[in-house]
């Protein structure tokens, strides 16, 4: 890896036909004999033989990263992520190509990582801020800034070896997010403590984005790649399948993650065979990827433009989700429709549409009450529905019966994945239990809006207001 400038003076990063291979050794005498036996065919004049198989985490990364981006990388766990930023960091050498940056370079990887059990938190930090590039005169007038963000306290003057797993990572954090880097590289396996700590440290980066460092962020959650960067790239099993607007990458990752395992390769083929947008300011919000797809396949729509109104993807999975064994009631064929009664699962923000299911008795229950709930990715409960007040629901329902429940709601969320739950109570002994519940059945998407003034997951219908005077 080199450390100087790029030739372009706009390019911060430039990786060229980066790749790496481990060596896999079948059996521990094969380490033995790789470390001899080359070397004596060698002596010999005889062509050498390895003893071992080839292990190749990354293979043939080539890209440019600008100067000010934010550029996200996502794949599956093992696609070669955390290997491809440890060897822009320098931590890991390449074992073909090379990685040129231009800049210092702050990396949230192992924080930490240089740390003297020994020393104090104080002495650390003078040690760690001096690896990561600063001078004497830097750390110094930084000290007060980097002890007051870790917020250990008088622990700071104590050895390490006697913190906390939470005061060593705040005060590693509390270093590198002080170096004030031209880039910044951030693995998500970043874990910094509690949730006010891990709060603050992520308006930090934000505020480093903001002030126009490149960041190179690695993240499994596709709301915060949108949320933070420009581009993304998809890496899987060490190559790259693409890499553009970061929308457009996202839909093809979640494509790729949510793929029956006999369509995988199919997938992988088709993103590889089609190539994302470049970015949203070459080819525009409104434009719409024109490759085209075969219809009724799980590839069906992954041409469809991010800016569409409501439709169906066929592509996205129903869920994963987990039925739990009914009580007397069954829960069949969960879907959204628009108010004309067309099914989607790809919505337009600020539109209104129905969640229906149908519900099929299997014996007498009482004191019956219907809901649902959608939820983030990350399982947040964002907001559900009754059907009744508790204490309210349906006196009795009959053996035999069939229910068509029908809950309309407006989409007021970010743009993102979501999962529906649906469910129903009812009396059982002396209080209420569930009767039937299905978790996560249903996988919806909902669309960008270039007009959108909300921040965060939830519209509050807000209207801003500006009062100019003088």
Known sequence: MS???????????RIDDVGKCYPVYARPRDRLAQFVLPRLARALGRDAKNHFDEYWALRGISCEIARGEQVGIVGRNGAGKSTLLQIVCGTLAPST??????GRVA??????????????????VVLNAGIL????????????????FADIGPFVEQPVKTYSSGMYLRLAFAVAIHVEPDILVVDEALSVGDEAFARKCFARIRKIRDDGATILFVSHSAGTVAEVCDRAMLLDRGRMLALGHTRDVLSRYQKLLYAPAERVDEVRAWIAAHPPRANAQQIGIDDVATAPAPADDVLASATA??????????????GQGVSYPGAGARIDDPRVETADGRRVNVLAPGRDYVYRYTVQFDRAIAGVRFGMMIKTVAGVELGGAASAPVGEGVSAVAAGRRAQVRIGFRCLLAPGTYFLNAG?????????????????VLMIRVQPDPKRLATGLVDFDVRPQVDWHG
Do not use: H, W
């Open 3 to 13: 450390s100087e400038p790029s030739r372009c003076d706009d390019v911060a990063i």
């Open 97 to 102: 190509g090379s990685v040129q940056v231009g």
């Open 107 to 124: 990396a949230l990887l192992e924080l930490g990582a240089g740390f003297n059990p020994e020393f104090t938190g104080r002495e650390n």
């Open 133 to 148: 590039g600063l001078s004497a005169a830097q750390i110094k007038a930084r000290m007060d800034a980097i002890l007051a």
């Open 305 to 318: 433009s991010s800016d569409q109104a409501d439709f169906f993807d066929p592509g996205l999975p129903r």
């Open 424 to 440: 129903l109570v009812g009396l059982v002994g002396e209080g209420e239990n569930f009767i039937a519940r299905e978790v996560d």
